[in-house]
């Protein structure tokens, strides 16, 4: 069995691709292979060149793999379904363009959800009608990622969105052909949400293609829940720490993956400020250390 362990560009702070305060996509690619990691994802598109030629001179100059790439736009929201496709169509052609196996499916933060992150009684949830319309742009994405560029699609679920809490992520699953959308776990967004990360991998291992490594500070996330804290604000905040120093059970998570007999990649994500005070390349450095330490 092989394991991989990548990185993305959120781990210094790239959730944007127009966002001002982002680093060079050059220095994220040569840090990211000086931190210790063989492959990164693509980021938002439009951050990193969308020639081929390019970005993949880049990734052989850094000998970095393309691992996959994430639609983080408003499935949510009706009036956004063009631009949600836009990023979709987009991304699949860069991922195809590389060889690269992940498309990774996420709502955005939604202005109904933010203020209830973490709150899952509280959270306010969509009708019936809503919710199907919601679940057919999921498919119809999803169908198009799998049949149309032969990638392996997945949904993540993500603070502060209508897809967040583990209750709405496995009805969403039970909706959809698991032929064309899996899961890509991301141990923090599942504590941060209040639920336990490795009870979920135990009951839904199989369908799960794709792990984003990331950990929760819980005395952070007790005190962002309590205050209704921005999830950006948040990040800014430091809610996710180092691995090995918050609330997931990386050691567990590991076994789990090995008794399932898991290949592929399990990418870090830091989620970060890009003008924070702390250093990616430093924190990032440490992530590889502790994941090779426990025996990834």
């Not at 392996?152 to 052909?177: C, K, Q, T, Y």
């Not at 949400?193 to 984003?212: K, L």
């Not at 950006?232 to 059970?249: E, P, R, S, T």
Request: aromatic share 10%; charged share 25%; hydrophobic share 40%.
């Amino acid at each position: 069995m092989t394991i991989s362990i990548g990185n993305a560009p959120c781990s210094w702070g790239v959730e944007f691709a127009d966002d001002p305060r982002n680093p060079d996509w050059r220095q994220v690619l040569s840090e990211c292979k000086a931190a210790g990691f063989n492959g990164i994802e693509l980021g938002p598109v439009g951050f990193m060149p969308e020639d081929p030629a390019i970005l993949a001179d880049a990734l052989a100059e850094h000998d970095l793999t393309l691992i996959g790439g994430v639609v983080f736009r408003a499935f949510h929201d009706p009036a956004k379904w063009d631009d949600v496709k836009d990023g979709a169509i987009r991304t699949c052609k860069a991922l195809a363009a590389h060889g690269a196996r992940h498309l990774v499916l996420i709502d955005s933060i939604s202005p109904r959800r933010a203020p209830t992150a973490g709150r899952v009684d509280e959270a306010e949830q969509m009708d019936a009608a809503e919710w199907a319309a919601y679940v057919d742009r999921f498919r119809s994405i999803a169908r198009m990622g799998t049949d149309d560029y032969g990638l392996d699609v997945s949904v993540h679920a993500h603070a502060a969105g209508f897809m967040d809490f583990e209750p709405e992520l496995e009805r969403l699953l039970g909706e959809i052909d698991q032929r064309i959308l899996k899961i890509c776990f991301d141990t923090g967004h599942h504590s941060y949400a209040g639920f336990d990360p490795v009870s979920f991998m135990r009951r839904h291992i199989q369908r799960i293609s794709y792990m984003h490594f990331k950990d929760i500070d819980p005395r952070v996330k007790a005190e962002v829940i309590a205050k209704r804290t921005g999830f950006y604000d948040a990040c800014a905040q430091g809610i996710f720490c180092k691995l090995g120093l918050g609330d997931v059970d990386f050691p567990a998570v590991r076994q789990l993956l090995l008794d399932a007999g898991f290949e592929g990649w399990c990418t870090v994500e830091q989620d970060c400020d890009p003008a924070g005070a702390t250093s990616p390349l430093d924190d990032n450095t440490y992530n590889g250390t502790y994941l090779r330490s426990i025996g990834f």
